[in-house]
């Protein structure tokens, strides 16, 4: 009981909760759509599918610092509540945003991981949209996919919601841009969702949910065709209407 009482979540202290809104939406998100789209030239694909989506665990490939605020941004005005390892809390300035972002803090000791998923299942299953990676850690600009850890997956089958995958990938400069900008820019890329099998038993569930998300991310990032919204949007409707 003593470690369950330690291991809170940020979100949920009283006075950041009261903090946050402001911070999130009036300082944060303006600055950050400023830099992602100025800068980046971010490109968000198939941003409709996720207005169908009520519920679900957030995944995507880690290959940017800025890559949690780029799926902030797609999923805006509805904010993402990310994971975040233990060790980033104790950053000065980092540990801070983090806490003020919401973040959740995933411990080292098997009690604080296990007080972790039991606390993430309960916000996934009530609606909050969770922002987990997948691999891990971060490679900067990575084009390909790192083995995933089954925990994302884990909690999308307690909460019994779907994963939805998204993807960030490098784009070609165009323009007279490309004779003087060495980065490419980005695109954010969103997936239809993948849903439990819980005709499966439970190892069994999350481990194909984990193989089928994998290859659909290892797909979205090697298409650079655009995807017909329209089409992807009653693809999804129809999941939403089978799961219910």
Same mark, same amino acid.
């Given at each position: 009981m003593r470690?369950?009482?330690?291991h809170k979540f940020y979100c949920d202290r009283p006075?950041?909760?009261i903090l946050r809104f402001p911070f999130y939406y009036f300082v944060a998100m303006p600055i950050l759509a400023l830099?992602? $789209?100025?800068? $980046?030239?971010?490109?968000?694909?198939n941003r409709k599918l996720l207005k169908i989506m009520k519920k679900g665990v957030i995944v995507c490939n880690h290959m940017h610092y800025l890559d949690c605020t780029m799926i902030d941004?797609?999923?805006?005005?509805?904010?993402?509540? $990310?994971?975040?390892?233990?060790?980033n809390f104790k950053i000065p300035i980092a540990g801070l945003i983090l806490r003020l972002g919401g973040c959740l803090e995933l411990g080292d000791s098997f009690q604080e991981i296990r007080t972790f998923l039991a606390n993430a299942v309960i916000k996934a299953r009530n609606g909050i949209l969770l922002g987990i990676y997948p691999e891990g850690n971060l490679i900067l600009h990575n084009k390909t996919l790192q083995p995933f850890k089954k925990g994302a $997956?884990?909690?999308?089958y307690e909460a019994?919601?779907?994963?939805?995958?998204?993807?960030?990938?490098?784009?070609e400069v165009n323009g007279f841009r490309r004779?003087?900008?060495?980065?490419?820019?980005?695109?954010?890329?969103?997936?239809?969702?993948?849903?439990?099998?819980?005709?499966?038993?439970k190892g069994e569930a999350i481990k194909?949910?984990?193989?089928?998300?994998?290859?659909?991310?290892?797909?979205?990032?090697?298409?650079?065709?655009?995807?017909?919204?329209?089409?992807?949007?009653?693809s999804a409707e129809v999941e939403v209407q089978n799961e219910s």
């Open positions: 470690n369950n009482r330690k006075l950041l909760s830099i992602n $789209f100025g800068y $980046f030239r971010l490109r968000i694909e941004l797609a999923t805006f005005p509805r904010q993402v509540i $990310f994971v975040s390892q233990k060790r $997956f884990f909690v999308a019994q919601v779907p994963v939805i995958p998204m993807v960030i990938k490098h784009r004779f003087y900008r060495k980065k490419p820019y980005l695109t954010l890329k969103v997936g239809l969702p993948i849903h439990p099998n819980l005709a499966l038993p194909s949910m984990c193989d089928r998300t994998y290859s659909a991310m290892m797909e979205m990032m090697g298409d650079e065709v655009w995807m017909d919204p329209s089409s992807s949007i009653q």
